[in-house]
């Protein structure tokens, strides 16, 4: 079964920082085996011009190693877009970031399509922010300029999971109304999932199953042109 776990943001903290630790333990609980080294992808950190302290990133994920008991491994993706699936078949994290410049890095050299593959094997993957957004048919993301005055833009993904995504719905207070203007140029039926920062969902099958969440203040929501639709959520103590 293929599993996917999205975070819709880590709470406003620095781009080193990683989502809570009881949704790292969901998350590992969630994939019902083993597992002994995650492999996180800092691109998207990298590529937005964010002068992301790899160092700092490294110490971040040691420590939560230590206190979930598993191994992290930060990559950048040149470091293993030519490996072989079992080189990282434990699980992988897709970090936060600039959406639209990582996309045009891997796919000029495929790594996309890597992602893909490890996926499509049973590699459970999940991800926050640009990590949560970039395996969805179409995103919203200040990667790209809004249109129609709108302060954030969409732009197609990866098509991994049918449908939109909106990160940092309680944060970023213009997202749903900017994601719904422009789902009103969209066909009917269009919709998108938004999640509040500190909030996983749980797609098994590319079916969303679950939702679970440390932050008790928003709701993650289903969102068409016209509504805004509450989805039934789980709260998890930090």
Not at 89 to 96: E, G, H
Not at 135 to 164: H, K, L, Q
Not at 181 to 208: H, N, W, Y
Request: hydrophobic fraction near 40%; charged fraction near 20%.
């Amino acid at each position: 079964m293929r599993l996917f776990c999205p975070v819709g943001g880590t709470g406003g903290g620095p781009t080193s920082a990683h989502f809570p630790d009881r949704l790292w333990r969901y998350f590992l609980d969630s994939i019902g085996r083993s597992i002994g080294r995650v492999v996180v992808i800092a691109t998207p950190s990298k590529l937005a011009g964010i002068k992301i302290s790899m160092p700092e990133l490294i110490k971040n994920y040691a420590e939560l190693g230590k206190r979930l008991g598993v191994s992290f491994v930060v990559a950048e993706e040149e470091q293993i877009a030519e490996s072989d699936i079992e080189e990282c078949s434990d699980a992988l994290c897709i970090s936060c970031g600039n959406t639209a410049a990582a996309l045009q890095v891997w796919r000029q050299i495929g790594f996309d399509d890597k992602i893909k593959k490890w996926y499509r094997a049973g590699v459970p993957i999940t991800g926050y922010s640009a990590g949560f957004i970039v395996f969805f048919d179409w995103a919203s993301t200040d990667s790209v300029p809004g249109p129609f005055g709108c302060t954030y833009g969409i732009m197609p993904c990866m098509g991994v999971i049918s449908g939109g995504a909106v990160p940092h719905m309680d944060t970023q207070t213009m997202r749903i109304h900017d994601a719904q203007v422009a789902m009103s140029k969209m066909p009917a039926g269009t919709k998108a999932l938004a999640l509040p920062e500190d909030c996983m969902a749980i797609f098994r099958d590319e079916e969303l199953r679950e939702v679970v969440s440390c932050n008790r203040l928003e709701s993650p929501l289903w969102l068409t042109a016209e509504d805004e639709i509450k989805i039934s959520c789980r709260f998890l103590d930090v």
